[in-house]
């Protein structure tokens, strides 16, 4: 193996590793948005399952 050959197979590794650096943040960030998401819908069930003071006073 050529010095060439290490530089080029060390600009390979770089360039995937920018790569794979750039989906984990894309695949983060939905992963992260997709909790948020589904906390939200939890908190407004969990809410929903509450007794109205309106519905307390109607009764």
Same mark, same amino acid.
């Given at each position: 193996?050529?010095?060439?050959?290490?530089? %080029?197979?060390?600009?390979?590794?770089?360039?995937?590793?920018? @790569?794979? +650096?750039?989906?984990?943040?894309?695949?983060?960030?939905?992963?992260? +948005?997709?909790?948020?998401?589904?906390?939200?819908?939890? @908190?407004?069930?969990?809410?929903?399952?509450?007794?109205? %003071?309106?519905?307390?006073?109607?009764?």
């Amino acid at each position: 193996m050529t010095s060439s050959d290490t530089a %080029k197979d060390c600009r390979t590794r770089l360039t995937l590793d920018s @790569v794979g +650096f750039d989906a984990l943040v894309r695949v983060g960030r939905r992963v992260i +948005f997709q909790a948020a998401a589904h906390a939200q819908r939890t @908190v407004t069930y969990l809410h929903d399952l509450q007794p109205r %003071k309106d519905r307390q006073a109607a009764a």
